[in-house]
């Protein structure tokens, strides 16, 4: 392995949102993006071309001369990977938030995670400086090692184990695709009742990340169900009839909160 404060020559494995946003911090920190490999020849081309390096679609075919090799695929592939990549001594990291860094030690002695706590979409620009990276790796050199690499594309890095990154994992699917499932259902209903202001409610929900940034959110709850306004809640539920399954979410999101701060 190479000394922590160089560059490093790199193979990316994967080819979507994470690869691709990935990959362009790599670039622009000074890292060198050796090849991609992909099983999705389509995005693969698309990337490889972006980044105007060489594309395979074969794990056989992977460039042995990296330094370090990042997987940004989906969860379920992780391990179809470890089964067949061997690269010994060298460095493998996952990019991902609930697969343990363990099963990458079948490839490498060196095995690491690099987990971006962030949603890309390819068309969406990121703030490096402001994404989290949790860290781990595999014995105290490794992680100095992944910890001094993440700390080159971002200033908030945080080593954690496996266990805690799942932990993490999981708030963040509350915090990220449960809200954002909401939205939708926001979206829809309003679209389905033939009113186009779902913009109208942007300010309300910057207004609500505000208040949790100083205080603890069960603090600054508001809302019908946390005052147990029963003539809201029932007018509410009318207007949803409808609507069978945003229903069912008002209703058991409601039960929830009445529960936590009424008994």
């Given at each position: ?68 090799y990042i ?105 990220n ?9 926001a ?8 009113q ?68």
């Open positions: 392995m190479q000394a922590p404060e160089t560059s490093y020559k790199i193979v990316l494995i994967g080819a979507g949102n994470v690869a691709t946003h990935l990959g362009k911090r790599l670039q622009k920190k000074g890292h060198e993006i050796l090849q991609v490999i992909s099983k999705t020849d389509k995005s693969g081309r698309e990337l490889s071309l972006l980044f105007n390096i060489p594309f395979a679609s074969d794990l056989k075919k992977i460039n042995t001369g990296a330094d370090m997987l940004c695929v989906p969860d379920a592939e992780i391990e179809r990977i470890a089964a067949s990549l061997k690269l010994p001594n060298k460095l493998v990291l996952h990019t991902s938030g609930s697969i343990g860094m363990d099963v990458l030690k079948t490839i490498s002695n060196n095995a690491g995670v690099l987990y971006p706590l962030y949603s890309f979409s390819k068309q969406v620009k990121v703030s490096f400086s402001s994404v989290p990276f949790l860290v781990e790796g595999s014995n105290k050199q490794t992680l100095q090692v992944v910890t001094q690499f993440a700390t080159s594309m971002g200033k908030n890095v945080t080593p954690v184990n496996s266990t805690e990154r799942q932990k993490i994992h999981l708030s963040a699917v509350f915090v695709n449960f809200s954002n499932f909401l939205y939708a259902q979206y829809d209903y309003l679209k389905k009742e033939k186009n202001h779902f913009h109208l409610l942007q300010p309300l929900i910057k207004q609500t990340v505000k208040k949790i940034k100083t205080q603890p959110p069960s603090q600054v709850q508001t809302g019908p169900a946390r005052r147990n306004d029963t003539v809201t809640l029932k007018k509410h539920m009318e207007l949803l009839e409808k609507y069978p399954d945003q229903k069912q979410v008002y209703k058991l999101l409601t039960a929830l909160i009445k529960k936590q701060y009424h008994g």
